[in-house]
């Protein structure tokens, strides 16, 4: 099936780009929006299926495309809404390279090969490059200049750590680099290798997770793209990041490696926390201050990942009500824009007057965000501090508790003043666009299902959770 | 011959971390391609010879002729001849590539293995280092495009220290090699140096908070 799925996607992307007419290409994406969700019900159904050898349906990878089928349409939906008053050629690319950047995601989700998963993060680089330099003004260029630069970047670390697990493999007599092949021969080998192979791939690949060391990336990208696409890749791209690592992670579990890979998760993720207050205090963009949010979530993440016990449940939990909340915020800065014309903060203000369904979005997203019950993010943060306080991390727990005030702070001062207060500077916009409130429901249903999350998951849900982590050996 | 043309390469990333002219970077690059040829040609005799052909023909026509050719055409087209005045002076240069030299023997001695080639090891850090002080330490995006470049010479150099087991991951590997620093350079002839004068890293910092 994933074969059919890869043919239909490449036959859709090329008739978006190549067959120029608006409808016929809003008639493919349409179509691959219904595809990628058929295909996402298909794996779910054939749970730990392996097709072509190199893809499996394992519980994490098809949790992780559940979540990416469902916001895409709604990606699909902002970016028709994007491009209504833009005539341009651009509309193609756009919309073929959105095709080849979810599956290349999708492939990364279930790829069971660290070099299939290399290659498959190397094309969502190329295809997440075309979108971020769509506007094609001089912020887009220096965007997808940098994009491209340190992502490749990391890909070489990313492929020096493969290397080096490809050697260790080489060494427990394993010619294959199959995530489980890496599993049984882990601790046959010299965990220094594994040490210097972990550091690297983790390196590399925090480029997508946008976490510490390479978060820049992310932001910089975020804040240019159209905000469809920076709801995708501050939530889809960053849920593959995560994967790729705790692949890597679950599969050095059972090594003397272990309570090192703790550390080093647990440094990253505070010092990825640190880097998101810090910057959220000085933010004076939208975007950006949203982008250093997500950074703020994935070392949250990379802290539960390094605590362990409820942490592994917390942090998946936490990556999945994120998503949905991130991308919802997301969409309404595009529509904000279309509102204020500008994504400055000091020329925000008074958007509940100007477009209150909006605002309203905003705020009720934003106690989401900083895990305000009933938000459902609050279970996966309250999960992360049971895990540190009973591991007795209490270093890291005040650290932390901190940091996630100075991001309360610095987010709620914002989004108060974008919602109630005058602008602090008057930018020209005589004719403010009318949007209906129906085009904001999917931000309202996204953050309702949060909400309703916090009360209810559903066993499905769980258990697909559950399973995605038992992979760990110490688990 | 072996053992020699490591040391060439070395000296080439000595050369390199203390030149102050695009054009000596270009030819480095040219010569750094040669070189990675030779040393593949006498590593890998025990692939297959379609790989090893393709290896081959990646490092004497990609690196050695289609880089330093498009590294050329913009050093003609943005007029840029030498690196940024801000940037660290040669002496400091040497010191710090010497520094490089010493923990790159250092830390591939720590991982001596009977499988690893220390001397590859070695070779590979140190272009490892070499790569990363040339985009830390200059102020021009062509400096950093020449560091990334020489970052994809120590990815190779590490393909070569593990030995010709995994021909699969290195014909990968060049194969990323290509793509992505056609697509930079492209992007960097085409894009940027009309829209960003001179090529100034500084002129790439309008995104900012």
């Known amino acids: 099936m994933i074969l059919y799925y890869f043919i239909i996607a490449a036959i859709l992307s090329l008739v978006a780009v190549f067959v120029k007419f608006r409808r016929i290409a809003k008639a493919a994406i349409i179509t691959f929006s219904l595809v990628q969700a058929a295909f996402a019900s298909y794996a779910y159904l054939h749970l730990n299926q392996t097709e072509l050898s190199y893809f499996t349906f394992d519980s994490l990878g098809v949790v992780f495309l559940l979540v990416l089928s469902v916001i895409f349409p709604a990606a699909v939906f902002h970016g028709f809404r994007y491009f209504k008053n833009r005539i341009t050629r ?104 594994l040490k210097i192979a972990f550091v690297f ?12 060391p390479m978060h820049t990336v992310g932001i910089d990208a975020n804040s240019v793209a159209p905000s469809p696409v920076g709801a995708l890749i501050s939530t889809a791209m960053v849920n593959m990041g995560f994967i790729i690592i705790f692949r890597i992670y679950a599969a050095l579990s059972a090594t003397p490696i272990f309570s090192w ?125 049971k895990a540190l306080i009973f591991g007795n991390y209490w270093f890291v727990t005040v650290i932390t508790m901190l940091l996630l005030c100075v991001v309360v702070y610095a987010m709620s001062v914002r989004i108060m003043h974008i919602c109630f207060s005058e602008p602090r500077e008057i930018i020209h916009n005589k004719y403010p666009e009318k949007i209906h409130p129906a085009e904001t429901i999917t931000q309202f249903v996204f953050l ?12 499905f849900l769980d258990e697909l959770i559950r399973q995605g982590i038992s992979i760990i050996a110490n688990h | 011959m072996l053992n020699f043309l490591i040391i060439l390469f070395a000296i080439s990333l000595i050369y390199l971390s203390v030149s102050e002219r695009f054009r000596t970077y270009a030819k480095l690059i040219a010569a750094q391609g040669i070189l990675l040829m030779g040393i593949a040609l006498f590593e890998l005799k025990e692939v297959n010879t379609a790989s090893l052909i393709f290896i081959l023909a990646e490092t004497l026509i990609f690196k050695t002729i289609v880089v330093p050719y498009l590294l050329y055409s913009i050093i ?18 040497l010191i710090l590539a010497l520094l490089a030299l010493v923990l790159s023997i250092v830390m591939a001695n720590a991982l001596e ?52 087991e995994m021909t699969m991951l290195i014909n990968i590997g060049i ?20 829209k960003f004068n001179k090529l100034e890293a500084d002129n790439l910092n309008s995104l900012k908070n």
């Open chain 1, 201 to 212: 791939i983790f390196i590399g690949y925090s480029t997508k997770m946008e976490i510490f």
């Open chain 2, 76 to 93: 003609n087209r943005t007029g840029v001849y030498k690196v940024h005045n801000k940037s660290l002076l040669g002496f400091y240069s």
């Open chain 1, 448 to 459: 309702m299902l949060v909400i309703a999350l916090c009360f209810y998951r559903p066993p």
């Open chain 2, 175 to 194: 194969l990323l090699d290509i793509f992505v620093s056609v697509l930079i350079i492209s992007i960097l002839i085409n894009r940027i140096g009309s």
């Open chain 2, 113 to 164: 293995n009977p499988k690893i080639d220390t001397v590859y090891l070695t070779i590979a850090l140190f272009t490892l280092f070499i790569g990363v002080l040339l985009v830390v330490n200059h102020k021009l995006i062509f400096s950093h495009m020449i560091g990334f470049l020489v970052i994809e010479n120590a990815v190779f150099m590490f393909s070569m220290s593990v030995g010709s």
């Open chain 1, 261 to 385: 890979m703790n550390h080093i998760l647990l440094i990253a993720g505070v010092l990825s926390v640190l880097v998101a207050a810090g910057y959220m205090l000085k933010a004076k963009h939208n975007k950006r201050m949203f982008a250093y949010s997500s950074l703020e979530n994935a070392g949250l993440v990379a802290i539960a990942l390094g605590v362990g016990g409820y942490g592994y449940y917390a942090a998946v939990l936490l990556l999945i009500m994120h998503s949905f909340v991130k991308s919802s915020m997301f969409f309404q800065l595009g529509q904000l824009y279309r509102v204020l014309n500008t994504m400055k903060l000091d020329a925000s203000g008074n958007y509940m007057r100007l477009y209150p369904a909006g605002a309203l979005v905003l705020i009720i997203g934003m106690f989401c965000l900083l895990a305000v019950p009933p938000s459902g993010l609050f279970i996966s943060e309250y999960m992360i501090f």
């Open chain 1, 90 to 193: 651009r509309f193609f690319y756009y919309h073929a390279a959105l095709i080849g950047l979810i599956t290349a995601i999708t492939g990364a989700y279930l790829a069971n090969e660290a070099t299939v998963v290399w290659i498959l993060v190397e094309a969502t680089t190329l295809f997440a490059s075309v979108l971020i330099y769509h506007e094609k003004t001089k912020y887009a260029l220096e965007a997808t200049w940098k994009y491209i630069f340190l992502c490749s970047v990391g890909i070489a670390f990313a492929y020096m750590g493969i290397l080096f697990l490809g050697f260790t493999m080489n060494q427990g007599g394993f010619t294959d680099l199959s995530f489980l092949a890496i599993t049984n021969a882990a601790s046959l080998v010299d965990p220094l290798y």
